[in-house]
């Protein structure tokens, strides 16, 4: 049976009339079916127009600033095109977790990135093996383990031959890591054995984030 | 340190990927197939090769072209193992339907015996069409190698069908059952292909063949499938779009010209592997004993106002993150928490989580977290952890945690439980749509109908709960309709004819029918029950669990159904029982009952095997009183993936049961957080399985216990401890 256009609309009309209601909410395929058409119905009526202009990323950190009292972050992340101020909500040891207002969590230990959560696709843990070359601002080689939880469910490792070196600048250390196919650059700015700002790897779906400290 | 059966389980499932970085080490090339052929499977266009897919593989395949309609269902079961799930229509054979097509099923499978490596080709044997002899039965053997990077060829030695001397096929074959004499018989011929990656998306394939599109039967019947004879050559494209689609185009020989569409989904791959869920709480570690004395005072415990406190903030936080604290008990250095998950697909992200809510809310003298986990009311396994060790380990490989985590069964009821306030009676309800297809009828093979649901449970206590659905058809297809007439196939009778004369509702044969007549069900135009039931889910002793349900259990049946499932947490093994007095219920599927009662029951025996297959046998009385058996093999990915299939075989004989001479089948059962990275319970389940008969039926029994029980228990925690962390 093919719906003419008329029948189709009435069809979905129906649809939208008994969309599902109950005490416990809808279900995970109707809250789909409403996102993906409310998705729909925006780009069908154009882009909304922004009720305000764009604040830059300075705007958003002096503002983050003022109202957080706590230790706070910028995270930029490359290949999603976003950047995220980030605020400390808890510190175990020299672990600390950052997160956004939308709970987006990524974990640091002294600047260094061990994991992200709430992201699609998290490094569940990374171990450094070369965070103590990079510290001590020596060069060397080292090995890495990044975590993942895959599609399976399963969490699995990946491990990268890595050298250290310093960077272009005093203060800056280039870590080169290679492995499974790939190969990656992260780069620390370094003050006295701390992280202050860095460039790292997060993993294959995430690409590289730049981590900026507002206030430590 | 000695390490767990858990941390060894986890090891040896990151070995894999450790494989691979070995430098040095030349692994061999599983050949992963780029092209899927029109029946289906990793090949030429007609011609098998010898490529698999990546091991788990879902996927369909829909071919046309004038010779036929194949609708393909394959599954990568083992990395060796192919197997698919064929509904064909075949064009140009007529039955006594006088169509001029026929609706066909055939299943194959495909063995690859080595693995290409150094000068030696993959080779694989197979087996199509191979249970009855059909329209496409045939075996192969076959050969493959990759030429250069990107030419693949492959070359083969084919019987029956794939020699072009298909098998006369037995007019009177009730089908289902496999002719081993007649596999790799007769003539034999070679056939072969030739596949060029043009680029990354596209390939184009030829290929010879020796089919020649005919049928033959015993009753002297022959037919020449589509219009003519092919010529030997045929010539494809296929073209992949993103991951999953695969679209091609092909000649057979020179007159015809086919189309198909593939859509392949690997359990390895999900879009959003770690989920989309919000990040958790982290841990609050407690301060140093020196440094906050009072902190670690024991004296709270005697207090009766903190408990209370304490049960509230948990069960508040454990709502946010979609769990119920049902019930808690509390000492100066022991707490335990029975949760219920609603959210997470993995029982261990809901622990994981709970046991760092545990550590934000807990006086810092409680330094052993006890986390039961409750399967609707169920208290099913108990993770006792050290507080100490989640403040050491958190956010470190889950391998570290699960060897510091115990596993064992749930006391039914220890002494001082206290259950949470204002929890129970707990009433939800549901208004919505639904929507059902009808599969697999030959004169329409695709029916829908589309309707209105109200749903409603009440559980009065955390473990007895009552459930009722309302139906509303609106509009559809689906119309109702009697059995088939005995002997004249293809006509059924109408439900007038069929309410009239009670003797119906017994075959010929002397079988009651328990379910060729399900579609009397089907097509009410007044609201219909679905389901009206009460359960109560009681574990008697630490290891035995049991539920009896009453009420309207399904469409067809409803009475008493009584379980009992023995399953010690950490066991691969466990034993069931069960007990169902039921009667057939009116067609009207309201609150009458037609003049047929039965008692059926079962005993099974689970076990799961290595790899995450798990096989089950029942044995016992079926619905239509035949006696016999029931053997399921599951296989199940660690993300809950699950694909199944079963084969019943009773008392009842192939002339008895009628067509396809016994009960068979597949299930799939795909976790939605798979698919879109939401956080949910729900699945997305599907059973293909051969027609509705009356042998080795059974009552469909909502809830049944081995499934519940199973997602706290050793194998399953194992599989997803890789969420603790998240």
Known sequence: ?216 | MRRSPLLRQLLATTLPLAVLTIPGAAPADPLVARNMSAYGMPGGIDTPTAETLPEGSLGATISYSDYALRNNVFFQVLPQLTANLRYSRVDGINDFRNDGFIWDRSFDLRYQLFEQQGWRPAVSIGLQDFLGTGVYSGEYIVATRQVTPNVRASIGLGWGTLAGRPRVIDAADLGGTANTSDWFRGEARPFGSVSWDVNDRLTLTAEYSNDVYQASYSNGGFFQQGSAEPGRLNFGASYRMRRNYQLGLYTIGNESIGAQFTVTLNPREAAYPSGLEKAPAPVRPRPAPAADPEAWSPEWASDPTARPVLQKVLADALAKEGQILESMTLSATRAELRIRNNRYNQQAQAIGRTARLMTRALPATVETFVITSSADGLPTSSVTLRRSDIERLENTEVGQIAAATDLSDATPRPAGLIQTEDLFPRFRWRIGPYFDLGLFDPEEPLRYEFGAEARASYELLPGLIATGAIRQRAFGDIRQSGPGVPGERGRRFTPEEYLADPSLETTPEGVPRVRSDTRMYAGNTSPIIPELTLAWFAKPSDQVYSRVTVGLLERAYGGVSAEVLWKPVNSPLAFGAEVNRVRKRDFDARFDFRDYEVTTGHVSAYYELSQGFIAQLDVGQYLAGDRGATFTLTREFANGWRVGAYATKTDLSAEEFGEGSFDKGVTFSIPISWATGTPTRERAESRIRSLSRDGGARVEVKDRLYDKVRDSHGVRMQQGWGSFWR
């Open chain 1, 1 to 216: 049976m093919i719906l003419k256009p008329m029948k189709a609309l009435t069809a979905l009309a129906l649809l939208g009339a008994l969309a599902a209601c109950g005490n416990e909410g809808p279900g995970v395929v109707t809250r789909t079916a409403q996102a993906v058409l409310a998705d729909r119905v925006a780009r069908a009526q154009g882009a909304p127009e922004t009720t305000a202009p764009a604040r830059s990323d300075a705007e958003r950190a002096a503002e983050a600033l003022r109202v957080n009292p706590g230790p706070l972050i910028q995270v930029g992340f490359e290949t999603l095109g976003q950047t995220q101020i980030m605020a400390m909500v808890g510190q175990n040891g020299a672990m600390r977790t950052y997160m956004t207002p939308s709970e987006e969590a990524v974990i640091l230990r002294g600047g260094m990135l061990v994991g992200t959560r709430g992201l699609g696709r998290d490094l569940s843990v990374a171990e450094p093996g070369t965070e103590a070359l990079i510290r001590a601002g020596r060069a060397g080689q080292g090995t890495r383990i990044m975590r993942y939880l895959s599609g399976d469910g399963l969490e699995r490792p990946l491990q990268f031959a890595c050298t250290v070196a310093p960077g272009p600048q005093t203060g800056l250390m280039t870590e080169d890591c290679e492995g499974h196919g790939t190969r990656f650059q992260n780069t620390y700015a370094l003050e006295g054995g701390q992280i202050l700002a860095s460039r790292q790897w997060v993993g294959p779906g995430l690409g590289h984030v730049t981590i900026a400290t507002l206030r430590p």
